[in-house]
């Protein structure tokens, strides 16, 4: 089959203004033995889509890409390594941006991606509360973990980054092809009944939740903290994180109540985007990261 992913990808999944094409063709992809993606109509691929995309190149080996026409985005792609998972017509790869958080697959540990995307903060966007960075950096080693640990992923998890230093927004993506949140809190009787998937990432977001009964694969204790947290990071201002589980999405933002919609056909995994503010009050204010730690 051929994948056909077109436009260009706002990132706003409140609004609906993203990547519907890709996200409900991943599962279709999956399916199938053999095929290629077509990207030549894109002009802008977020970076959750980049994740995406090349873990399906991970999971269908030699399978072709066709890059976008438009030359900033084809740049973009190969700049963040999208050309290491398929057969593209790219005659070179353009050097790395200093904006750039390139394209990671993890299969064991989360490495370092975390501490780049805050140096990539403190680099493009200004400086951080004292104390910030590593606790921000040990969230989202969490993230990775449970992508690792709880995902039963047979590609492990994808991570990308990208700053914005004219919005002054970073973007980062996690993405396993894993079970489902709600497969895995499935798992753990103390969690009680989930009734859906969007019921499940909720759950996945309150403190101390977690599906593994004991230790981790690691043979660590497992925090269920690290969503918990950054939910309240981004409930505050700071940013905005998407969870795509399963049938359905959740967005946590300042705006309210959790904004949710439906994937037709579902998601075969956990995508974790985040949206983070350079310029938020939440930075400052008495409702800092640092203070709510």
């Known amino acids: 089959m051929t994948l056909i992913v077109t436009g260009v990808d706002a990132g706003d999944f409140v609004r609906g203004a993203i990547a519907w094409d890709l996200l409900k063709g991943v599962q279709q992809v999956l399916r199938t033995h053999d095929g290629e993606i077509e990207l030549t109509e894109c002009r802008m691929v977020r970076p959750y889509g980049v994740a995406c995309i090349a873990a399906l190149g991970a999971s269908r080996p030699g399978m072709r890409l066709r890059?976008?026409?438009?030359?900033?985005?084809?740049?973009?792609?190969l700049r963040l390594g999208i050309g290491e998972y398929f057969r593209t017509d790219a005659q070179d790869e353009p050097p790395v941006r200093a904006t750039n958080v390139p394209i990671e697959n993890l299969t064991s540990r989360p490495g370092d991606f975390a501490s780049r995307v805050m140096a990539l903060w403190e680099?493009?966007?200004?400086?951080?509360?004292?104390?910030?960075?590593?606790?921000?950096?040990?969230?989202l080693d969490e993230i990775i973990l449970n992508a690792l640990t709880h995902a039963c992923s047979p590609i492990g998890a994808f991570v990308v980054g990208q700053a914005f230093p004219r919005t002054r927004i970073i973007e980062l993506a996690v993405v396993d092809f894993g079970q489902t949140i709600r497969g895995h809190l499935s798992g753990n009787p103390a969690v009680g009944p989930v009734s859906d998937d969007r019921d499940a990432i909720l759950r996945a977001t309150e403190e101390a939740v977690t599906g593994t009964v004991g230790l981790n694969v690691y043979g660590e204790p497992n925090s269920g903290i690290g969503l918990y947290e950054l939910r309240r990071f981004c409930e505050r201002g700071g940013g905005e994180m998407t969870i795509l589980s399963g049938q359905r999405f959740v967005v946590f933002s300042s705006t309210g109540d959790p904004?949710?919609?439906?994937?037709?056909?579902?998601?075969?995994?956990?995508?974790?985007?985040?949206?983070?503010?350079?310029?938020?009050?939440?930075?400052?204010?008495?409702?800092?990261m640092v203070s709510i730690w």
Request: charged fraction near 20%; include cysteine.
């Open 67 to 77: 890059l976008p026409a438009a030359e900033e985005c084809r740049d973009h792609l």
């Open 123 to 139: 680099q493009e966007l200004g400086g951080l509360p004292a104390g910030m960075r590593p606790e921000f950096e040990n969230h």
């Open 259 to 288: 904004a949710s919609d439906e994937l037709w056909g579902g998601f075969p995994g956990t995508l974790v985007n985040l949206r983070l503010f350079g310029d938020s009050n939440a930075l400052t204010s008495g409702d800092s």
